[in-house]
């Protein structure tokens, strides 16, 4: 099973971009499905966007369709998420988290490893 580290929160602002990555160690890591899901204070952890690495099939949600984009570096093990146009409602905690595919990747109670999250802070 795969273990997950994810990285690349921090503060900007409203407009502004970041790029959040998900490394893996251990496992077949393009067997997995890899999600973002992001947790903002008094939430619901909610679904951001999801890749299917073994045919590179995305998934977004609307609240982020067009503005979020995955890239991955395979020789890494990494999957990348580019975050553009950011609001002050994309405030949270992000975290990523593999499924073996296939796998219902856009419940969280489906994903089977977690990375311990990044915090992403949007200002005004």
């Known amino acids: 099973q795969v273990q997950l580290v994810d990285s690349g929160g921090g503060l900007v602002q409203a407009g502004g971009s970041l790029r959040l990555s998900c490394a893996a160690s251990?496992?077949?890591?393009?067997?997995?499905?890899v999600s973002w899901f992001r947790q903002a204070p008094g939430k619901e952890r909610d679904f951001v966007a999801a890749?299917?690495?073994?045919?590179?099939?995305?998934y977004y949600a609307d609240s982020v369709k067009g503005r979020f984009t995955f890239s991955r570096d395979n020789s890494k093990n990494t999957v990348y998420l580019q975050m553009s146009s950011l609001k002050p409602k994309d405030t949270a905690v992000y975290y990523c988290?593999?499924?073996?595919?296939?796998?219902?990747?856009?419940?969280?109670?489906?994903?089977?490893?977690w990375g311990q999250g990044t915090q992403v802070t949007v200002s005004s």
């Open positions: 890749i299917k690495l073994n045919d590179g099939a995305t």
């Open positions: 988290a593999a499924c073996l595919s296939p796998c219902e990747a856009t419940w969280d109670r489906y994903l089977e490893v």
């Open positions: 251990g496992g077949t890591f393009s067997s997995y499905t």
